[in-house]
Nanobody
Framework: QVQVVESGGGLVQSGGSLRLSCSVS????????IAWFRQAPGKEREGVSC????????VYADSVKGRFTISRDSAKNTVYLQMNSLKPEDTAVYYC????????????????????????WGQGTQVTVSS
């Protein structure tokens, strides 16, 4: 069964850190692009970061550049999102996603953050940053 499962969310104070995990099953994470999205209450889902499988390139949303780092552990078939210097506006449910129809997927700088590009989603993990 193809699925992605997020974990690692929680409550943290402003300025703190969290590391989210996206555990993949049913496919090899090296072969598919993996993206992180988030959705705050009353807001649209937005792209946070994406790890390409075609060339290992990475993209970030401007709002998280310099604070968040995406990485991949092939041995564990897992993608991580290290989040540092967290702000209250980072509060959201965080999701990981992939497009299982596209091997060697590329996170195109113009389009990687469209949720319609991905067909496999996890259930999400809540991140709450208190001020």
């Amino acid at each position: 069964q193809v699925q992605v499962v997020e974990s690692g969310g929680g409550l943290v104070q402003s300025g703190g850190s969290l590391r989210l995990s996206c555990s993949v099953s049913g496919f090899i994470v090296d072969y598919y692009a993996i993206a992180w999205f988030r959705q705050a209450p009353g807001k649209e889902r937005e792209g946070v970061s994406c790890f390409s499988s075609s060339d290992d390139s990475i993209v970030y949303a401007d709002s998280v550049k310099g604070r968040f780092t995406i990485s991949r552990d092939s041995a564990k078939n897992t993608v991580y999102l290290q989040m540092n210097s967290l702000k209250p506006e980072d509060t959201a449910v965080y999701y990981c996603a992939t497009d299982r129809t596209l091997m060697y997927g590329y996170c195109h700088p113009h389009g990687w953050d469209r949720s319609t590009e991905y067909d496999i989603w996890g259930q999400g993990t809540q991140v709450t940053v208190s001020s």
